[in-house]
């Protein structure tokens, strides 16, 4: 089982940034990718962006070009950049990882709110 916790969410006016972090405990040698997705009111839940331990990425098209995923392994890590934020990216963000075999582990997710 992997464990994560997740830090870097709040409110932001639009066009402003934020940058989301998501630190792994746990089974985390087994870890094959990490990633965040985001759930609205009322809306499924969408895939954001996800990296593979070789760096093959994974963006939503709305959000390619203004958000980036990257990860610092030695801190088992992943980080969001948020640029450019629009009212529509406001939802719960959470960090997820998949390790080798396939299972999923989620964060309990943190609040983005793009408001003016």
């Known amino acids: 089982q992997v464990q994560l916790v997740e830090s870097g969410g709040g409110l932001v006016q639009p066009g402003g940034s934020l940058s989301l972090s998501c630190a792994a405990s746990?089974?985390?040698?087994?870890?094959?990718?990490m990633g965040w997705d985001r759930q609205a009111p009322g809306k499924q839940r969408e895939l954001v962006a996800r990296?593979?331990?070789?760096?093959?990425?994974t963006y939503l098209d709305s959000v390619k070009g203004r958000f980036t995923i990257s990860r610092d392994s030695a801190k088992n890590t992943v980080y969001l950049q948020m640029n450019s934020l629009e009212p529509e990216d406001t939802a719960i963000y959470y960090c997820?990882?998949?390790?080798?075999?396939?299972?999923?582990?989620w964060g309990q997710g943190t609040q983005v709110t793009v408001s003016s």
């Open positions: 990296i593979t331990r070789d760096d093959m990425t």
């Open positions: 746990g089974r985390v040698f087994q870890i094959y990718a």
């Open positions: 997820n990882t998949v390790v080798y075999g396939g299972e999923t582990s």
